[in-house]
């Protein structure tokens, strides 16, 4: 079983920056795949951007490419997603998940952080 409680979402400026942050326990943490979803008013949850356990293979939508970065600290058991450039289409609540390596779906969630851009 995994644990994963996320922080640092808020109301910014659109243009502006905000580092969100995601702490995991219960499972060794280096071994998972570790990822950031979001989901809008009215949408459904979607992918944003998903790390490997070294960190060596980062995958991004297309929609954050070029302004978000994910990145992890495994011994801190950290997750984080830097996200730049905000746009008021990114308002959404975004939410941490893991996933074992063998697994495609990510089946361990976080409750969720509220990122508002405002225009």
């Known amino acids: 079983q995994v644990q994963l409680v996320e922080s640092g979402g808020g109301l910014v400026q659109a243009g502006g920056s905000l580092r969100l942050s995601c702490a995991a326990s219960g499972r060794t943490f280096s071994s998972l795949v570790m990822g950031w979803f979001r989901q809008a008013p009215g949408k459904e949850r979607e992918f944003v951007a998903e790390?490997?356990?070294?960190?060596?293979?980062?995958l991004y939508a297309d929609s954050v490419k070029g302004r978000f970065t994910i990145s992890r600290d495994n011994a801190k058991n950290t997750v984080s997603l830097q996200m730049n450039s905000l746009k008021p289409e990114d308002t959404a609540v975004y939410y941490c998940?893991?996933?074992?390596?063998?697994?495609?779906?990510?089946?361990?969630w976080g409750q969720g952080t509220q990122v508002t851009v405002s225009s």
């Open positions: 998940a893991a996933r074992t390596p063998a697994i495609i779906n990510f089946d361990y």
């Open positions: 790390i490997r356990w070294s960190g060596s293979r980062l």
